[in-house]
């Protein structure tokens, strides 16, 4: 098998040999649940679905791979963890797609290592359904993202309040490397290791970037911001609430892992929070971009060790980079919504237009993406009838026509429907699906709903059921680390 490691030029504090060892004391053999052929055939992944439920179940060791654990250091909810790293996931080994970009191909659950710190280095089975149909929905609403290539019953129980089963989950992902990695080396000042890093993450990512000294980690810096303001606007686009955007939960790679806490936004608030142990609001919808603002200065921080100036003027060279932050953001933002609303040319007027609505929907708990979708299918030569504009909308809805009767109507709805999808993978039908996997070790409604969620901008008659919001949205909660 062609794997390979590419992190141990990093050294054995930054990147651990470690096995995963999952010992089988259930009654049940490891077998595979869920498989993402496209993932497997796009990716050329040097691996087969017949062999994933023995090779991925974290009970053996891959030929040819050296497994290991990353440290890394976090930011959790504001507060600094010197050391956390994989607790409990293996990064197998990287490889490269038919293109000749790198790869890691990572198990999670897959058994203590040394940064568990007392943790049982476990998943269970429905964390590990969650991230296989989030992550896939993701990708098919074209959302920058880590991928989940499968899941596999370990046949072990695991203990979370009560016994449930345990999961591995095999995850691909463009890299794994945080702002929580550079944070890491930074703690122990290792100048020689966050400009290893840095070189790594600049030759997978941004390898236009050709400025030396000082400008070259001053890109790179601007460029992660870059990347972090364009997830955060598809964030918002599509209603999606990560939950735990810790700095160790952030790539610089700029794409989304970790749907640990994640759900969806479904009645309209820039206030929503799902996440059980997010009192604060910090990772509420609308406070994510802030967030990710916050994680580049911690990013930012990390390379300060880097610059050539003096300390001072090291400090205001990174800050005057975090400034142009909110002013990139601003510009990408008013661009999205002129998109969602298909008003090709925004005035500042249109800020009103958009405030009205916004404010309506959040008064009457209008659902975000159904409010969208039935804008663009009203403009459609034959609307589907399962999205129609609200009542409450109707007087907002006449001056929106108003306004959009000004631009080419074609090209409106295209740019309407590029941006704003009919369908999401909606919480109560995730909890479902869950449920079934819980109940029965297979979902007749995650084979019907799969297709759909890949499909995700086509405007097609849907059945109530893929779209309607969540009965009890009121008292749906999220949890971490399970
Ligand atoms: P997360 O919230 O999933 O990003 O995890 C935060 C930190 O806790 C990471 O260092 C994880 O490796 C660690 N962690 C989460 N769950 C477990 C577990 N069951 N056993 C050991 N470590 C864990
Ligand atoms: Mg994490």
Known sequence: MAFYDRYSLMGTSFCVPSTPH???????????????????ARLNIPLEKQDAGQLLSGQTVLEGASPVALAYSGHQFGHFNPTLGDGRAHLIGSFDDALGNSFDLQLKGSGATAFSRGGDGLCALGPAVREFVMSQAMRALGVPTTDCLAV????????????????????????HIRVGSFQYLALHQDIDGLHKLMEM?????????????????????????????TLMIHWLRVGFIHGVMN??????????????????LESFS???????????????????????????????????????????Q??????????????????????????????LAWQEEDNALLSELLSTMKANQLDYTNTFAALTNSLLEHPMACFSI???????Y???????????????????????????????LMEQVIADYYKEGKSDLLTQWLPLLNDPYKYQELAAFYTTSSDNEDNYQTFCGT
């Open 22 to 40: 999952l010992a089988n004391q259930g009654s049940d053999e490891p077998h595979l649940l869920l498989w993402n052929e496209w993932l497997a």
């Open 152 to 175: 596999v019953a370990t046949g072990q129980q695991v203990y979370r309040n009560t016994m449930l089963p345990g999961a591995v989950v095999c995850r691909v992902a463009s890299s």
């Open 201 to 229: 993450a600049i030759a997978r990512y941004y390898p236009h970037i050709t400025e030396q000294g000082d400008e070259r980690v001053l890109a790179f810096l601007k460029v992660v911001c870059e990347q972090q303001i």
């Open 247 to 264: 700095t160790d939960n952030t790539l610089v790679g700029g794409e989304t892992i970790d749907y640990g806490p994640c759900a969806m």
């Open 270 to 312: 820039f206030e929503q929070v799902f996440s059980s142990i997010d009192k604060q609001g910090r990772y509420a919808f609308g406070q994510q971009p802030q967030i990710a603002s916050w994680n580049c200065a911690r990013l930012a921080e990390s390379l300060i060790g880097l610059m050539e100036a003096e300390e001072s």
């Open 314 to 343: 090291a400090v205001t060279q990174l800050s005057d980079v975090l400034t142009v932050f909110s002013h990139s953001f601003n510009k990408q933002y008013q661009a999205m919504w002129a998109s969602k609303l298909g008003i």
């Open 390 to 396: 609200p009542e409450t909308l109707n007087a907002w």
């Open 398 to 428: 006449q001056k929106w026509l108003r306004r959009i009767a000004e631009f080419e109507r074609n090209l409106v709805l295209q740019t309407m429907q590029s941006a704003n999808p009919t369908l999401i993978p909606r919480n109560g």
